[in-house]
C-alpha cells in the first residue's frame, strides 16, 4: 500500500514538471520572446554604402553631361572653323577673277549671252563645314577662247533669292571648261536653291 502511493506521488511530479518544462505553443520554456524594435534607434539616413554609391552615381551622370556639353561645343567649333577654310580657300583662288566678272555683269539687264554654258552642282556639306556650295561648270562652245563672269541666287523655298555670288574665269579654251565654286553665307539650316541668273561670255 505504502509503494503504491509513492508510486502515485512520483508519477504527479513527473506530470507537474513536464507541464512546468513546455508551453502551449510548443516554445522551449526560458526562450526569448520577439520584441519589436526600437524606431528611436533609425536616423532616417541610408547606410553610407549606398549613400556612397548614390553619390557616385550622380557624379558620373554630371561628367558625361559636362563631356557632353564639351563635346558639342568642340563639334560646332570645328564646323565653324570648317566653314571658314573652306570660304578663305575659295575666295583666294577666285579673288582676282570675281571683281572683272561683277564688273561685267554690272552692266547686263538680262541673263547674259551665256546661260547655256552653265551648269551647277551642289557640294556635299560635310566638305564644306555647312555651308551651302555650288560647282559652276563653264563649258565653252565657241571656237575661241573666251572669258566668263557667271552669277548665281542662292533662293528659298518662295523662291526669293537671300544671297547671291559672282564667279568669273578668264580664258577658257574652246570645248574647254573651267569650276569656279559659289557659296553661300547665309546660315546652313536654311533650305536653298542654287539659280543661275545671269552668264556672261566675253
Not at 564667279?167 to 553665307?185: L, T
Request: aromatic share 2%; glycine share 8%.
Amino acid at each position: 500500500m505504502q509503494r503504491t502511493v509513492a508510486l502515485i506521488a512520483a508519477a504527479s511530479g513527473a506530470v507537474v514538471l513536464a507541464a512546468c518544462g513546455s508551453s502551449p505553443s510548443g516554445t522551449a520554456a526560458g526562450s526569448p520572446s520577439a520584441t519589436p524594435p526600437n524606431a528611436s534607434a533609425f536616423s532616417g539616413e541610408p547606410p553610407s554604402a549606398i549613400a556612397s554609391a548614390a553619390e557616385s552615381l550622380l557624379a558620373s551622370a554630371s561628367a558625361a553631361a559636362a563631356s557632353a556639353a564639351v563635346a558639342s561645343s568642340e563639334a560646332a567649333a570645328s564646323a565653324s572653323a570648317a566653314a571658314s577654310a573652306f570660304e578663305a580657300s575659295v575666295s583666294a583662288q577666285q579673288a582676282m577673277t570675281r571683281e572683272k566678272a561683277a564688273s561685267v555683269l554690272s552692266g547686263v539687264p538680262d541673263g547674259g549671252n551665256a546661260v547655256n554654258d552653265i551648269t551647277i552642282t551642289g557640294i556635299a556639306r560635310q566638305n564644306t563645314g555647312g555651308l551651302h556650295a555650288v560647282v559652276v561648270t563653264i563649258q565653252n562652245s565657241g571656237r575661241d577662247a573666251a572669258s566668263y563672269a557667271v552669277q548665281v541666287d542662292f533662293t528659298d523655298t518662295s523662291g526669293k533669292a537671300v544671297d547671291s555670288a559672282i564667279v568669273g574665269a578668264e580664258n577658257v579654251p574652246p570645248n574647254g571648261k573651267a569650276q569656279p565654286v559659289a557659296f553661300s553665307r547665309q546660315p546652313a539650316d536654311l533650305t536653298l536653291l542654287p539659280v543661275v541668273v545671269k552668264a556672261v561670255r566675253y
